[in-house]
């Protein structure tokens, strides 16, 4: 492991995407290129964050926190820590737009092993495992329409994780699009909903309860990390830093813009839980969208918010797709070993061999449902504490690159410096601490994802000659 950075030197050109080594030869490696429009890049992130989240943990949020008026206070501070988090990533992905994203700044801030380990978790469980349980979703929903026997969500969420990898196989024009098509799907269903849970007149027991209390307000903290955890995935706009059309500023602008779109849709679908159904309804409500769809609407709205929820997990699982593999892309770029992952298809303008990987190991990840359903969702689950561990050192990364490189050109500076970003570490922090609380013994699995991480790390300048040998 000593030689690894002498086998695999981490220069300057390697960090800018245009490595020493190339995977042929006689010409040099295809890049990524601004082919996406701010209109595009809004879409992924607003596409990841609003999934299935705020169509449950509002009910979680209620029965933590005293009144109406602090629920929705717990969103509003939910919105502006996020906007907190998105200002430091608008810094970090202005001065560095790499389609490596978070692996990009660790290797600048820490090197390639520990970045490494970040990617390998991401491509192993975190990741393909967000985009399997996003599949699931929709395999469920659809099982409940027509059904093939016993296997059929597990046929289903095969199906989707198949179709959405080959759309953006395909390219990323055709990816983006349906990206943007599913949100407006999405953005319409949610609108018919707000109009019509605002229309209703709420019974006079309802309407007392709208701001009773339900909590001991002691559990704000767990209230909190339900919110921050629905407002999650905004940080996959690093992704697709490199290839926005509107230069690198670009990206600042779309990160605040979506944490804006993503707040004010989150206050009002707050406020119409709240409105219709009252505190102590939505505290005791095990389906709080279900729920509220059926008072305000009726049977029709059952079925209404159902096709919602399918929108909201297609739209979110075609976005990871979309970011997920560009991790991988970025591995195969400054590991040989994994060459594989990083060819860039110019015609597709996408990491085709990336996303294929990406689809076989979600698609293995479906199968083991077939075995243990239970432990399948648990095992990604348990996987929290490593995603937030890593989210931490991102914004530590902040600090460093201002250390290491004061010179390199910052289109955009966070504000407040060093306060916002500090802000930024010490919410991953406590989210880490408890995701640590939550899981348990469970954070093992965590950890032994990491250790397999770290043995595949040890053999890769054995692998790496094996590969030289029978070239």
Known sequence: MSNLNEEYPTSDATLASTPS????????????????????????IVGIVVGAGIFRTPSLVAANVESGTMFLSTWLLGGLVS???????????????????DYHFLTRAFGKRLAFLFAWARMSVIQTGSIALLSFIIGDYMAQIYSFGEFSSVLYAALVVVV???????GVSLGAGAQRFLLLLEVLGIGIVLVAAFLFTPTETAAAASNAAT?????????????????????EAAYISAELKTGRRGMATALIASIAIITLI?????????????????????????????????????????????????TSANATILTGARTNYALGRDFPVFSYLGQWNTKASAPVNAYIV????????????????????????????????????????????????????RPFRVPLYPLTPLIFCFTSAYLFYSSLMYTGLGALVGIGVLVVGVLVLLAIPRMQKQKEQTA
Request: charged share 10%; glycine share 10%.
């Open 21 to 44: 080594t190339t995977l042929t030869e006689e010409k040099p490696k295809a890049e990524p290129r601004p082919a996406l429009s701010m209109i595009d890049a809004i879409a992924v």
């Open 83 to 101: 906007l907190i988090g998105a200002l430091c990533y608008a810094e970090l992905t202005t001065t560095f737009p790499h389609a490596g994203g």
């Open 164 to 170: 959405l990898t080959a759309i953006n196989i395909v």
């Open 215 to 235: 909590g001991n307000g002691t559990a704000m903290g767990l209230a909190m990390v339900f919110v921050l955890l629905t407002f999650g995935g905004w940080n």
């Open 266 to 314: 989150y206050l009002l679908i707050n406020l119409a839980y709240l409105h219709v159904l009252g505190m102590e309804g939505m505290a005791s409500s095990n389906a709080i969208a279900a729920d509220l769809a059926q008072v305000a609407i009726g049977d029709a709205g059952m079925v209404l918010i159902g096709i919602i929820v399918v929108l909201a997990a297609l």
């Open 358 to 409: 990406q689809g076989i190991v979600s698609l293995a990840l479906v199968g083991l449902a077939l075995f243990t359903r239970n432990g399948f969702e648990t095992m990604v689950e348990y996987t929290a504490p490593v995603f937030w561990f890593f989210l931490l050192l991102v914004g530590i990364a902040l600090f460093v690159l201002r250390r290491k490189e004061p010179n390199k050109p």
